[in-house]
């Protein structure tokens, strides 16, 4: 067989590497087939690759197995996406088909075809047509039957325009026999943006920049809390759409979907695709298709959404680009904010990153001409700035850590009819169960990390590998009754304020009660506009727009004070500039009460005196004194093995090799990992700082093919992470 009739195929393992196959029986292999999925059987187990190029095997000596199938009649990925996959594999220096793995949806990557691209629409069946007379006057379902009997059909993705809670009533309809959900083809539509609010000037100047910028360019929106940055996307958006392109959109969390679409779709006039984690397997890969297809014109979706196809590109924006969230934290680690950059760059088209508070890396990029830089410095409308009160913890009597000053001002918030938000960011009960007789503590048997009480005392939780148990009635170590939770989770606040407030709604927001799909919008609307309270963790500092909130309490702003994290001092900045900045959103003048051990630290006294931007300075020269990012550029090769030896060997294996390389890259380790064991492995890692990126890169690229040789590499489970955020 001629030898460039061999498929050169990327499969999901960890081996950084193509793999030689035949074609198909029957079959033969052409340059066409590039980026087309193939099925291939890998030693005993059936796997679905891409065909990453044709050409002449590797070893002509081997016997090769043909290809199962080829999936595809036309490559699914190619042009720029394919161009920047092959960009991001080199750059995280991981296998190109985990790369390939991890940007397509579940059921593509799973060998299953492209789906059809359908648009969902809901109809009254015949019942529902002889029967909605029937249905209670003015209720949700009576209404809604009866815009159906007006409209014939509407679209799924409006129903929430027409009606609160329209997709809701519309599968209560469905159960009862009265509605239908059936299937029509996608429909061009064509862009209708309704107008919103004027822009201000600072906003207006934004804009035009955006509209301005032809072909790549990167734009820092650094705005303040409550500035309008989304006024400036929609318009930005609006123009995109105007001129036939495709928008995508980025958000931290889920939780921020719902609220992003609601609004763009009110106001865009085309339907707006989410894609995010919520969404069921099919679901999502209707969406990429549809992406893939053009048919979407507007997609918002959280981290993973950076892989959707855009073949009409025309704008990208990174809403709340500084949120940690945007970076993979496991298996290819990549960060969804810069490989957002690659992809404007490769596309032609402005990236448009957001914040009120910018990562060091991006207002660095921003200061030395990188990145336009638009300021917004004022609220948008009337809003006027929170004021900030700082308490003194030091010598005073706590009630689940509030102190009674903080208690009255939540009480004359309330009675002054506004919503109060208590932040703390750690879920659960209390961090930790101690005996008060002996000293034990409730440890996790498989991580350095104690577990978290939950459920009031009844339940622990381990936060790290998700070990569960219930609380002994009695300490294990000297059979004492005196086992006492330590310390302030969001529960133990909850219930605290439950008993002091059992006049107003108290509504917890954590992890734990916004799992679901739609938790957190469900929990919001619980509250309504009438005076209660939200207790809660970062997931609400993420963008949320509180019309009626008017007063923040932050609880336990301490521990971020004194981290051995060099990025810790930035988190914590970050997280009360975007917590204080719910209050006060609207007509409502706003304030934020600050309790801490440490009223004199430095960070607290320059972030009240002069704001998000004086500290960030002082921490851009701090971290180009040390040598720490943007000034240097990490990599992290972390290992994990049963016994600690097992990955002490491992690294230093690893630094040999890096060091044949390149004898002056910075290495530090092998060291203990800061959490030394978790799930039962412990834990090591070797940091590498070069003061040039592509020196870095450079001696990761030469060294890492004698690292996956290494003998001490089969013992042991080990990673690479580029350009780390935590180094945990």
């Not at 009866?146 to 209560?172: C, I, K």
């Not at 928008?247 to 763009?264: D, H, K, M, N, Y």
Request: overall charge neutral.
């Amino acid at each position: 067989m001629p030898p460039d009739h061999t498929l050169q195929v990327a499969l999901p393992v960890p081996l950084p590497r193509l793999f030689d196959y035949l074609p198909p029986i029957g079959q033969a292999a052409s340059p066409g087939d590039v980026g087309k999925r193939v099925s291939v059987m890998f030693g005993n187990r059936a796997l679905t690759g891409f065909v990453a190029g044709v050409g002449p095997p590797a070893d002509p000596g081997l016997d090769l197995r043909p290809a199962d199938a080829l999936l595809d009649a036309a490559p699914l990925l190619h042009g720029e996406l394919l161009e920047s996959l092959h960009w991001l594999a080199r750059y995280t220096h991981a296998p190109l088909g985990e790369v390939v793995a991890t940007a397509l949806p579940v059921l593509l990557r799973q060998g299953e075809p492209l789906p059809d691209t359908h648009a969902w629409h809901w109809r009254l069946t015949e019942a529902g047509l002889s029967g909605r007379e029937r249905l209670r006057a003015g209720s949700r379902p009576r209404r809604l039957a009866d815009l159906l009997a007006q409209h014939g059909t509407l679209d799924e993705d409006v129903l929430d325009l027409h009606l609160d809670t329209g997709r809701a009533t519309a599968r209560d309809l469905g159960k009862r026999g009265l509605a239908e959900r059936f299937a029509a083809p996608p429909a061009a539509v064509a862009a209708s943006p309704r107008s919103g609010p004027a822009l201000n000037d600072e906003q207006q100047a934004a804009a035009d920049a955006i509209f301005g910028t032809s072909g790549f360019g990167a734009l820092l929106l650094d705005g303040v809390t409550g500035s309008g940055k989304t006024e400036v996307y929609l318009h930005a958006i609006a123009d995109c759409l105007r001129r036939g392109r495709q928008a995508l959109v980025l958000v931290p969390e889920i939780g921020l979907t719902p609220q992003t679409l609601s609004r763009f779709r009110e106001r865009l006039g085309v339907p707006v695709h989410a894609l995010h984690s919520g969404l069921n397997d099919g679901e999502r890969a209707r969406t990429w298709a549809a992406c893939l297809r053009g048919e979407a014109r507007v997609i918002v979706g959280t981290r993973s959404a950076v892989f959707t196809p855009l073949p009409e590109a025309g704008l990208i924006v990174v809403d709340e680009e500084h949120d940690g969230s945007y970076k993979q934290q496991d298996g290819i680690r990549y960060h969804a904010r810069d490989f957002a950059l690659v992809r404007g760059k490769a596309l032609d088209v402005p990236v448009v990153l957001g914040s009120a508070t910018p990562s060091l890396e991006t207002l660095h990029n921003a200061r030395s001409g990188r990145y336009a830089h638009l300021r917004l410095s004022r609220r948008a409308g009337e809003a006027q700035p929170p004021a900030v009160r700082v308490l003194d913890m030091r010598k005073r009597a706590q009630q689940a850590g509030l102190l009674s000053d903080t208690l009255q001002a939540i009480r004359q918030a309330l009675d002054a009819g506004g919503q109060v938000l208590v932040f703390k960011n750690r879920r659960g009960y209390a961090p930790v169960l101690l005996c008060h007789d002996c000293g034990w503590s409730a440890q996790c048997k498989r991580c350095d990390s104690p577990m978290t009480v939950h459920a009031g005392g009844k339940r622990l939780q381990c936060h790290h590998c998700g070990a569960r148990q219930a609380a002994p009635p009695a300490c294990p170590d000297c059979g004492g009754l005196a086992l006492q939770p330590q310390g302030i989770g969001t529960e133990r606040l909850e219930e605290l304020l439950a008993e002091q407030f059992a006049d107003v709604a108290v509504l917890r927001v954590d992890r734990g009660t916004t799992q679901k799909r739609d938790g957190l919008a469900q929990q919001l609307a619980k509250l309504g506009d009438t005076p209660g309270i939200l207790v809660g963790t970062q997931i609400l500092a993420k963008g949320h727009d509180l019309p009626h909130l008017t007063r923040v309490a932050v609880v336990g702003v301490d521990e971020g004070l004194f981290s051995t994290d060099f990025r810790a001092g930035e988190k914590l900045a970050q997280q009360l500039i975007q917590v204080a900045g719910r209050a006060g959103r609207a007509g409502k003048r706003g304030d934020v009460w600050l309790q801490t051990h440490h009223p004199d630290h430095p960070l607290l006294n320059t972030l009240i005196s002069g704001g998000y931007h004086a500290f960030a300075e002082a921490e851009l020269e701090q971290r180009q004194m040390a040598g720490f990012p943007p000034f240097a550029h990490l990599a992290l090769l972390r290992a994990e093995a049963q016994h600690v030896d097992a990955a002490q060997q491992f690294l230093q294996a690893a630094k040999r090799a890096l060091r044949a390389h390149d004898a002056s890259l910075e290495m530090h380790g092998p060291l203990p990992a800061p959490m030394p064991r978790r799930a039962g492995l412990h834990r090591v890692q070797l940091l590498l700082s070069s003061a040039e990126r592509r020196a870095l890169h450079r001696a990761l690229d030469l060294a890492l093919p004698d690292i996956h040789a290494l003998p001490e590499a089969r013992r042991t489970r080990w990673s690479l992470d580029v350009d780390p955020m935590d180094l945990y």
